[in-house]
């Protein structure tokens, strides 16, 4: 049952810096893990970032420290903040939601993709 919907996605100089930023219809106490996967033409989706319930994250290698994830449980977004963006990160992002329980992935849920294009 829970929503998302992205937004932040634009065209940015190489160099740049743009924040996106993710809203999810259901409480945030009820969602284990929210997290950004982002996808190119011709490749396969890949992690972004995630943020969990006890507000650890983790990061994709390529971030470099770049990135950096957050959330507020109040409004029950989740945003992504992407600095020295280069052409390589050009692709539509997702924001995604996962409902755990016992180790087991209750549902999982993406929004739309918002798309974010580095020019050089």
């Known amino acids: 049952q829970v929503q998302l919907v992205e937004s932040g996605g634009g065209l940015v100089q190489s160099g740049g810096s743009l924040r996106l930023s993710c809203a999810a219809s259901e409480t945030s106490s009820s969602i284990d893990v929210m997290g950004w996967y982002r996808q190119a033409p011709g490749k396969q989706r890949e992690l972004v970032a995630r943020i969990f319930s006890n507000n650890s994250k983790n990061y994709a290698d390529f971030v470099k420290g770049r990135f950096t994830i957050s959330k507020d449980n109040a409004k029950n977004t989740v945003s992504l903040q992407m600095n020295s963006l280069g052409p390589e990160d050009t692709a539509v992002y997702y924001c995604?939601?996962?409902?755990?329980?016992?180790?087991?992935?209750?549902?999982?849920?993406w929004g739309q993709g918002t798309q974010v294009t580095v020019s050089s």
């Open positions: 995604y939601a996962e409902v755990v329980a016992g180790g087991n992935i209750l549902g999982a849920y």
